[in-house]
């Protein structure tokens, strides 16, 4: 069983094994990995802990990505971005194996469509930023988040971009665990959701941002905000 939150009692064992797309050829250096973390289900919708998930979905709206379950590891879909006179490929996926095997899923996708670390942007939820607040980067520390020490693991290397979402901090003190689990898992105010829509979408600026523009333009525009 697999706790949501990032506390496993069972290891899951998925990859692409089996699954043949006849398009494969030609996917590789071409191509970007776009991964939103989150917990699959509805009962984890629009939870904190999924903020990942539903920047991600602003991004297929933007880029028409059609989602597809893959073997149970991630709804996964391809599309093209055009900006700036540019057009980039990109693979857009949610995983489905929850928050702390995430790894799986994002390994699995790279390595079967040839994708390198620095052609991955992972968005993630994080506590240690307020509500709001976005930051990018690339390698360092997890920063206890067990989606990201997940794929730390299974890529061997914490080489690969990440776009932050504030998610702000539960309160500290006697029950700080508990008190993590139920605020990781919890739902926004009604003045967060007001704004959720715009945050979302700067996240997926940023995202784009990444792709286009390089690390450090786009921290630039984003982490002195």
Not at 133 to 148: E, L, T
Not at 158 to 168: D, F, H, I, L, N
Request: glycine content about 12%; overall charge positive.
């Amino acid at each position: 069983m697999i706790c949501p939150t990032g506390i496993s009692t069972s290891k899951y064992n998925l990859a692409f094994v089996g699954w043949r797309d006849k398009t494969r050829n030609g996917y590789g250096t071409d191509f970007w990995l776009i991964a939103g973390l989150g917990n699959p289900g509805k009962k984890y919708e629009d939870t904190r802990h999924n903020m990942g998930f539903m920047t991600a979905d602003v991004l297929a709206e933007r880029w028409s990505v059609n989602f597809a379950d893959r073997k149970g590891l991630a709804m996964l879909g391809k599309s093209t971005m055009n900006l700036d006179g540019r057009t980039i490929k990109f693979f857009l996926a949610k995983p489905l194996t929850y928050m702390n095997d995430s790894g799986n899923a994002v390994a699995s996708i790279s390595a079967y469509y040839q994708i390198e670390s620095d052609h991955i942007v992972v968005i993630h939820d994080d506590m240690d930023l307020e509500f709001g607040r976005i930051k990018v980067k690339a390698g360092g520390s997890a920063g206890g988040h067990n989606g990201i020490k997940s794929i730390d693991r299974s890529l061997g290397t914490p080489k690969y971009a990440r776009v932050r979402m504030g998610v702000g901090h539960s309160k500290r003190g006697a029950h700080a665990h508990d008190n993590t689990v139920n605020w990781v898992l919890g739902g926004f105010g009604p003045d967060q959701r007001k704004q959720l829509p715009e945050f979302l979408a700067d996240g997926a600026d940023a995202a784009e941002g990444i792709i286009f523009h390089g690390l450090a333009k786009t921290q630039e525009k984003f982490n002195g905000r």
